[in-house]
């Protein structure tokens, strides 16, 4: 990557970091993706996949102005925003994500919606509800709440960038209630579930005793 691609992927990504913490939304800095990996500024790090760029990630996260503009005043770092303070966020598959904000209720649980470049659907949504013991062992399904955090259009990923599938500015940063969305979730992977096939009913025909 050039010296000016850099500082215009630079400027995108703190537009939008300060763009969060302009509406409350804590923001922190994560590691620069490099094209093949991630990278921090622990020189001894070994972790190439998407992480915060600070050791005291949870403590350091802001939605100062000012301190926010100085992370991206010199590094393209990626944005991260960690949950369980303004939002939480419902991570499904695409499929899910798909048919859940499409679906008859989706009036009523529209909120930010963004996609990563793998095509998970992340849905951001009310702080505070756990979630519902019927999604509890559905393993395509994540609660992103305290101590978690999600990368934040438009970082970049392998292959493409984080995208708003629906923009906060789209809903007004309006939030949908938690086990709104998550009976929606509940009710899409109900119908998807195949019952188990029934067969008719055979009463079984005794032969009839000879008489002695």
């Known amino acids: 990557m050039n010296v000016h691609v850099r500082s215009l992927d630079r400027l995108r990504l703190r537009h939008?970091?300060?763009?969060?913490?302009r509406h409350g939304w804590d923001v922190t800095p994560g590691a620069v993706f490099t094209g093949e990996r991630y990278r921090c500024d622990d020189p001894g790090c070994q972790t190439v996949a998407c992480h915060p760029a600070l050791d005291e990630w949870e403590e350091a996260a802001s939605h100062d102005l000012s301190v926010v503009a100085a992370w991206w005043r010199q590094t393209p770092y990626s944005v991260l925003l960690p949950t369980g303070r303004a939002f939480d966020v419902l991570e499904v598959p695409a499929h899910l994500g798909v048919l859940v904000t499409r679906g008859p209720a989706r009036q009523e649980i529209r909120g930010p919606v963004?996609?990563?470049a793998s095509g998970r659907w992340m849905l951001f949504?009310?702080?505070?509800?756990?979630?519902?013991?019927?999604?509890?062992?559905?393993?395509?399904v994540?609660?992103?709440?305290?101590?978690?955090?999600?990368?934040?259009?438009?970082?970049?990923?392998?292959?493409?960038?984080?995208?708003w599938e629906s923009s906060p500015a789209e809903v007004e940063w309006r939030?949908?209630?938690?086990?709104?969305?998550?009976?929606?979730?509940?009710?899409?992977?109900?119908?998807?579930?195949?019952?188990?096939?029934?067969?008719?009913?055979?009463?079984?025909?005794?032969?009839?005793?000879?008489?002695a």
Do not use: C, F, K, N
């Open 16 to 21: 939008a970091a300060v763009s969060y913490a």
């Open 114 to 116: 963004a996609v990563t």
């Open 125 to 140: 949504v009310s702080p505070g509800q756990p979630l519902r013991p019927e999604l509890e062992e559905h393993l395509g």
């Open 175 to 211: 939030l949908p209630q938690s086990y709104a969305v998550q009976r929606e979730i509940v009710d899409v992977i109900t119908a998807m579930t195949p019952t188990p096939l029934r067969l008719p009913y055979r009463r079984t025909v005794r032969p009839t005793p000879r008489a």
């Open 142 to 163: 994540v609660l992103h709440g305290p101590g978690s955090w999600v990368p934040a259009p438009p970082t970049p990923q392998p292959g493409l960038r984080v995208r």
